[in-house]
T-cell receptor, first 117, second 114 residues
C-alpha cells in the first residue's frame, strides 16, 4: 500500500517567492520520522530536513521548513525565497518503527520544482 | 564532510552478465542500504544491512541480488544475471543510527543493461 503520497508531479514558482510542496503519509505507528530530500538534475540525493512524530515544533533548516500536521498526516515542505538553484526533484520519505527492521526510508513519487527567473 | 562513495559511476553490461556495484559508506555509520531509481522515477528500497546481515529486503531483491560487506569499509551489491529491466540508477546509502538519523546517499551508479 502506498504510504507516502506527493500529489504534485510538477510545480512552478517565481524566484524569491515561497513555495509549498505537499506530502501526506499513512501509518498506524505512533513513532515515525519524516524526511525531505532534494535531487538536482545531476542525480545526487541531498538530505534537507527531518521531523519526528513526537516533535512539537515544526522543523526548520535555513530556508526550508516543514509544516507538520499530525492529525492530517501531512508533512509539507516550505521553501522560502526560492532561488534558481532550488529547481530539482523533491522527495518526501518516511521511516517507521520497528527500527530493528533496519530503518529503511519509504519514498513518495516526488515533485519536480521549477523556479522561474 | 564525510560522504558515501560509489563506483563505478556508470556501468554498461550485457544481459545475463554479473555486475558488482561498490560502495564505501561513511566510516562511523552502522546501517547500510541499497535503493534503485528507474529513469527519474520513485526511489525504491532494495535492502538494508546491519550487523553484517540483511535486516530487511523488498520484493525486488530476489535471488539474483546479493549484498556483502567483505571488509570494514566496502559494501557491495551483486546482480548475478542482469536483465534489461535492471537498468536503473542504484544508490547506496548509510546512516549512523535509525530514528532521526538521515540516510546519506552516494552519487549513484547508472547501470545500463543491453
Amino acid at each position: 500500500a502506498q504510504k507516502i503520497t506527493q500529489t504534485q508531479p510538477g510545480m512552478f514558482v517565481q524566484e524569491k517567492e515561497a513555495v509549498t510542496l505537499d506530502c501526506t503519509y499513512d501509518t498506524s505507528d505512533q513513532s515515525y520520522g519524516l524526511f525531505w530530500y532534494k535531487q538536482p538534475s545531476s542525480g545526487e540525493m541531498i538530505f534537507l530536513i527531518y521531523q519526528g512524530s513526537y516533535d512539537e515544533q515544526n522543523a526548520t533548516e535555513g530556508r526550508y521548513s516543514l509544516n507538520f500536521q499530525k492529525a492530517r498526516k501531512s508533512a509539507n515542505l516550505v521553501i522560502s525565497a526560492s532561488q534558481l538553484g532550488d529547481s530539482a526533484m523533491y522527495f518526501c520519505a518516511m521511516r517507521e518503527v520497528p527500527y530493528n527492521q533496519g530503518g529503511k526510508l519509504i519514498f513518495g513519487q516526488g515533485t519536480e520544482l521549477s523556479v522561474k527567473p | 564532510e564525510p560522504e558515501v562513495t560509489q563506483t563505478p559511476s556508470h556501468q554498461v553490461t550485457q544481459m545475463g552478465q554479473e555486475v558488482i556495484l561498490r560502495c564505501v559508506p561513511i566510516s562511523n555509520h552502522l546501517y547500510f542500504y541499497w535503493y534503485r531509481q528507474i529513469l527519474g522515477q520513485k526511489v525504491e528500497f532494495l535492502v538494508s544491512f546491519y550487523n553484517n546481515e540483511i535486516s530487511e529486503k523488498s520484493e525486488i531483491f530476489d535471488d539474483q541480488f546479493s549484498v556483502e560487506r567483505p571488509d570494514g569499509s566496502n559494501f557491495t551489491l551483486k546482480i548475478r544475471s542482469t536483465k534489461l529491466e535492471d537498468s536503473a540508477m542504484y544508490f547506496c546509502a548509510s546512516s549512523e543510527w535509525t530514528g532521526g538519523s538521515p540516510l546519506h546517499f552516494g552519487n549513484g551508479t547508472r547501470l545500463t543493461v543491453t
